[in-house]
């Protein structure tokens, strides 16, 4: 196609097309290409160095045949019903009473919320020292006399992912609690006097009448939640490193090591893929009712 | 429930009731109601705000104090000399000269990453929000959706990238990475903001002859200026945070403060010492934090403009 006959077309705003560049690239190139290209990957087996040399699916058979890769799974598996059932259910409920019109509203606020401020890096140290079995929590209850108390989930390895969640709980509800307040801002005082009249008590109001208003609300923070569980990384790594033995690897991880500490590029881009499509599963039906609706609409 | 109105004595109970949980008996006025209600936000509160005391408390105490002591009784002898270890004279690796070096190599990141990513999105934006063009929604769009695809999907092919222009393991490749990741969240933001500023405003400045850059510069730059600190508050906690792009795209004399932390912290080498590990942490945390409690409002705004679409 020749620019020239239509010059016009091309060269009208051009500007903003211009200001637009760093938007293309990164769309075009970072986000397609190099998703792309670590797909493309993952059916090489690519070793020390990037190499076009397909072996079909094995990389994904040797994957799901490694038990460091389901104990990630796993992991995550628990980590992620734990972080979406819990930081929704404490959410919820901090941003309720804090629509209470209660007095100290911006001072509790800022006490939930200031952990979100915080790196993964911080949190993960903080709960090391806080579960250390030696010094931390377990220690101050065994001094009270209480001797045979054991509360040592960062070195047992059944229960390692729960300390981590706990950790990833105290960081994040914050964040949650201040999406759901601002959904419940948004819910007209009218229906409050409304149900008031009708005498329905309030947990019903909430569950039956509140609940179902925030639908969309609930739906962009379950999008939001999801995301973030599927990314979790410098939580372990600061917290336990992975351990004690492979039992609290989670799949970013997996990634990491693979790509940079064990040479094997095509385990790495494997699990990376696996992830993505983890991902699109939660995230394709959302964009698709977020903005192909919006466009029909 | 909505109307709990606040007479003068239930004033008087609220502020007694903030004093502690243990205070005053109830009394008339303490409505079973309002115990639940304070108790539960207190308890909750007390339990967010243990972490930053007992790693306050740690930082300050001397290694025999921890191991006699109880992690959550104040200092006996208040000591900064963790402090001072953890920002001259920790250790990783061979490098001896503390956390120091993290903190400075953070500084050098950020300040051209905010500024970079602020300035790239904002005018992106704009250009969304003003200057439409065909196939640019299309692009915005994969931009938001890229914004949820896991990093490690990205990472390889942008070390490729940087390495191919001979920026790999610099300062200069980790500004431009956080530039790239940033982007969508911000151009998101500024392209709602300016969605939604008054139509007349800028067709008046079209009519009276302004461009692109002219409109952008003199108009839309001055009356977005709350929008901006949004974004600042944003990059800068985000950036001085984050933990992954620094560890795979920075070289250990250019780690960050987030990736040196943790590697002194982590060292399975030589004694353990709580206290400075603890101070290093408090440190390395200080920037967001005193972030976070100056901007107070503005930073909610921030997230929530982040988290959810306009």
Redesign the interface.
């Known amino acids: 196609m020749s620019n020239s006959e239509r010059p016009n077309q091309l060269f009208r705003n051009l500007n903003a097309k211009i200001a637009s560049i760093p938007m293309v690239l990164t769309a075009l190139v970072v986000f397609v290409g190099g998703t792309a290209w670590t797909v493309l990957y993952s059916f090489t087996n690519s070793k020390l160095l990037p190499r076009l040399n397909f072996v079909g699916l094995d990389q994904y058979h040797r994957l799901w045949a490694t038990p460091r890769w389901l104990i990630s799974i796993e992991n995550l598996l628990i980590y992620g019903v734990i972080s979406l059932v819990f930081s929704l259910v404490i959410g919820f409920v901090l941003a309720a009473l804090l629509d209470q019109k209660i007095r100290f509203e911006d001072t509790f606020r800022t006490i939930f919320l200031y952990p979100f401020a915080l790196s993964f890096i911080v949190t993960g140290l903080v709960w090391q020292w806080l579960l250390n079995p030696d010094f931390g929590i377990q220690r101050v209850v065994r001094d009270l006399g209480w001797t045979s108390f054991s509360f040592d989930p960062l070195y047992n390895s059944s229960i390692v992912i729960y300390g981590i969640s706990i950790a990833a709980l105290w960081q994040g509800t914050g964040l949650i609690m201040c999406l759901m307040l601002a959904g419940l801002r948004g819910i007209d005082e009218d229906i409050w006097k409304a149900a008031r009249v009708d005498g329905i008590p309030m947990w019903k109001t909430y569950l039956f009448i509140v609940i179902p208003m925030m639908r969309p609300v609930f739906i962009t923070t379950l999008v939001i939640i999801a995301a973030g569980i599927v990314k979790v990384y410098d939580l372990v790594v600061a917290q336990t490193s992975g351990g004690p033995g492979i039992a609290s690897e989670v799949p970013a991880k997996y990634v990491y090591d693979y790509m940079f500490f064990a040479q094997n590029l095509g385990q790495g881009f494997a699990a990376s893929t696996m992830m993505l499509l983890s991902v699109m599963i939660v995230i394709v039906p959302w964009a698709y009712l977020e903005f192909g609706g919006r466009r029909r609409g | ?4 109105a ?1 007479s003068p004595s239930d ?1 008087v109970v ?1 502020r007694r009731d ?1 004093a502690g949980p243990a205070g005053a008996k109830p009394r008339h006025a303490l409505s079973r109601r309002n115990i639940f ?2 108790g ?2 207190i308890v ?2 007390l ?6 005391y ?2 306050i408390v ?1 930082s300050l105490k001397g290694m025999p104090e ?2 006699l002591g ?3 009784s104040p200092p006996v002898e208040i000591t900064f000399e963790p402090w001072v270890k953890a920002w001259a004279t920790a250790c990783t690796g061979l490098n001896c000269d503390g956390l120091s070096r993290g903190f400075w190599n953070s500084v050098r990141i950020t300040v051209p990453s905010v500024l970079l990513s602020i300035a ?1 999105a904002s ?2 934006g ?3 929000a003003n ?3 065909k196939g ?1 929604d299309t ?8 914004a ?11 070390v ?2 940087l390495r191919e222009i001979g920026i790999y393991g610099t300062l200069t490749g980790l500004v431009i990475v956080h ?2 990741f940033g ?1 969508p969240i911000l ?1 998101l933001l500024f392209r709602n903001y300016f969605t939604s500023m008054p139509e007349e405003l800028f067709r008046a400045a079209r009519v009276d002859g302004a ?3 002219g409109i952008y510069l003199r108009i839309m730059l001055p009356m977005s200026l709350p929008i901006f600190v949004v974004a600042i508050i944003l990059q800068v ?1 985000g950036i ?5 792009f620094g560890v ?1 795209y920075t070289r250990p004399d250019t780690y960050p403060m ?1 990736v040196q ?2 590697n002194i ?2 060292s399975v080498q030589g004694v353990k010492e ?1 206290n400075v ?2 101070a290093a ?1 408090i440190l ?2 200080l920037v ?2 005193i ?3 100056i901007s ?2 503005l ?2 705004r921030g ?2 403009a982040g ?3 306009g």
Do not use: C, H
């Open positions: 429930m909505v109307d709990v606040a004033a609220l903030e209600l304070y539960t936000l909750v509160a339990y967010y705000l243990l972490p930053l007992v790693m740690t921890i191991r109880n992690i959550f790239i005018v992106n704009y250009a969304l200057w439409r063009f640019a692009f915005f769009i994969i931009l938001i959706v890229g949820f695809i896991p990093y490690q999907v990205m990472i390889y092919p942008i490729i990238i530039s790239i982007m151009t461009g692109f850059w906690t001085w945070n984050d933990f992954l795979v987030t932390l943790n912290v982590n709580y590990n603890m942490t390395t945390g967001p934090l972030v976070y409690f107070g409002k930073f909610v997230i929530a988290a959810v679409k």
